[in-house]
């Protein structure tokens, strides 16, 4: 069982930089595919970006190629993810999400929520112009 917890988000103006925390409990932190999403109010929770294990690539949503970055500690058990250049349109509830111990998610998948086991309770991001 993975318990997830963002924090770091907050009220920041267009072009302002954030950087998210997802702080995870358990002993395999490091054998788990991670990722963030986000949900804007009436709309659905969507993809933002991933990391997967061993090989540590990583996956982003074109909407925030270039301006985010995924990284994780697995030494802490955080998961990060640096937001630069910030738009209104990034304005959400991001979550930090888990797939399953040791399981694998293939390039196409991470972007699918369905592939993640775990969830976080989110963190809000509201960028004002």
């Known amino acids: 069982q993975v318990q997830l917890v963002e924090s770091g988000g907050g009220l920041v103006q267009a072009g302002d930089s954030l950087r998210l925390s997802c702080a995870a409990s358990?002993?395999?932190?490091?054998?788990?595919?991670m990722g963030w999403f986000r949900q804007a109010p009436g709309n659905e929770r969507e993809f933002v970006s991933a990391?997967?294990?061993?090989?540590?690539?990583?996956y982003y949503a074109d909407s925030v190629k270039g301006r985010f970055t995924i990284s994780r500690n697995n030494a802490k058990k955080t998961l990060y993810l640096q937001m630069n250049s910030l738009k209104p349109e990034d304005t959400a509830v991001y979550y930090c999400?888990?797939?399953?111990?040791?399981?694998?998610?293939?390039?196409?998948?991470?972007?699918?929520?369905?592939?993640?086991?775990?969830w976080g309770q989110g963190t809000q991001v509201t960028v004002s112009s």
């Open positions: 999400a888990a797939a399953g111990f040791g399981a694998t998610v293939t390039p196409q998948r991470m972007g699918v929520a369905d592939e993640y086991d775990y």
């Open positions: 358990g002993r395999t932190f490091s054998s788990h595919v």
């Open positions: 990391i997967n294990w061993p090989d540590w690539n990583t």
